[in-house]
């Protein structure tokens, strides 16, 4: 849908549609749609159907990390203590998301156990 929104404005606005020249932002575009979308998307139906939507919504609270520690690695991203307060928030939220009670349920109230 963001693509034929953005077609649309591109046309409407009468800007050029300029494709992109080379193979490695063919490669970059043919991976994002392959494994971005179709193993991504498939991997969260899975995840989905073994823990639940509930619990599985909040793996997409750990995307920023993970993409905060791939700059870090391959971009040289500089931390600031802010970008670190975010990474403990994420960390403290999903240990309080998925801790056990101590009568053996999960912090979530559609998860816990009928009495």
Known sequence: MGAV???ILILA???PVVLPEGMTSWAALIYLA???SVAGFTTYLLLVQKIGSARAGYATVVFP?????ISTLFEGYQWTWTAAAGLC???FGNIVM???RPNGSSSHP???KPR
């Open 34 to 36: 392959v494994i971005g």
């Open 65 to 69: 990390m993970v993409a905060l520690l």
């Open 13 to 15: 606005t009468g800007q």
């Open 98 to 100: 998925f801790a056990r």
């Open 89 to 91: 928030l994420i960390v």
């Open 5 to 7: 929104v953005l077609l």
């Open 110 to 112: 559609a998860r816990q």
